[in-house]
């Protein structure tokens, strides 16, 4: 089946530095991914839709200078916290809708990444 | 707009119980209607989906049908286990955007 990784899977980093999160479809391309944001004991926010070779969109009131995404290849997609702040800390999951006709709109999640700002 | 309603829980069950986990959504157009599971410290994975009206998904003994006329997708599963433990998200689906629902976190008890 579809497989998708992130990395890493926990990351602590100290207030103002940036984390960068990977996304990657490992068996499949992924022409578009999606970012979302799970904050304890609530649901999955999407953050922002990358389209491989192009900007991403961001979901009203996603801050896109904070939230850089870039979807350089169809198997990867970065996500940069930049200037983390601890409000920041959360669940990071990112997902890759599998290309091809066949397979509209499947999409897969990733394990997830735990950010904690110190 | 689109949104998904689930119980709340937290909901604690004894091994061998039956599980009604409630789900009911707004839409416009036609969604698909999923159910994740979350297991502690792992990413979602998809439990059931379903993609049309009167279509039932099935997996692993979980069950839901897809009622239109009630705009439900209620999960159930006749005998749950320990392993079952995990936090289960109902998530619509409309074009290419996914809207979930808070989570109802099960626990199992031997």
């Known amino acids: 089946g579809a497989v998708v990784s992130q990395h890493p899977s926990w990351v602590i980093c100290k207030s103002g530095t940036s984390v960068k999160i990977e996304c990657r479809s490992l068996?499949?391309?992924?022409?578009?991914m999606f970012w979302y944001r799970q904050f304890p004991k609530q649901s999955l926010m999407l953050m922002a839709t990358?389209?491989?070779?192009?900007?991403?969109?961001?979901e009203q009131g996603v801050e896109k200078d904070k939230f850089l995404i870039n979807h350089a290849s169809l198997t990867l997609s970065t996500l940069t916290v930049t200037s983390a702040h601890p409000e920041d800390s959360s669940f990071y999951i990112c997902?890759?809708?599998?290309?091809?006709?066949?397979?509209?709109?499947?999409?897969?999640f990733g394990p997830g990444t735990r950010l904690t700002v110190l | 707009g689109n949104s998904v309603t689930q119980m709340e829980g937290p909901v604690t069950l004894s091994e061998e119980a039956f599980l009604t986990i409630n789900c009911t959504y707004t839409?416009?157009?036609?969604?698909?209607l999923f159910w994740y599971v979350q297991y502690p410290g792992e990413g979602l994975q998809l439990l059931l989906k379903?993609?049309?009206?009167?279509d039932k998904g099935s997996n692993k003994g979980f069950e839901a049908t897809y009622r239109k006329e009630t705009t439900s997708f209620h999960l159930e599963k006749g005998s749950v286990q320990v392993s079952d433990s995990a936090v289960y998200f109902c998530?619509?689906?409309?074009?290419?955007?996914?809207?979930f629902g808070t989570g109802t976190s099960l626990t199992v008890i031997p």
């Open positions: 839409a416009t157009g036609y969604p698909s």
């Open positions: 068996d499949f391309q992924a022409t578009t």
């Open positions: 990358s389209n491989e070779g192009s900007k991403a969109t961001y």
């Open positions: 998530a619509l689906r409309v074009s290419d955007q996914f809207y």
């Open positions: 997902s890759a809708r599998v290309a091809g006709a066949s397979s509209y709109n499947e999409q897969f």
């Open positions: 379903a993609t049309k009206a009167d």
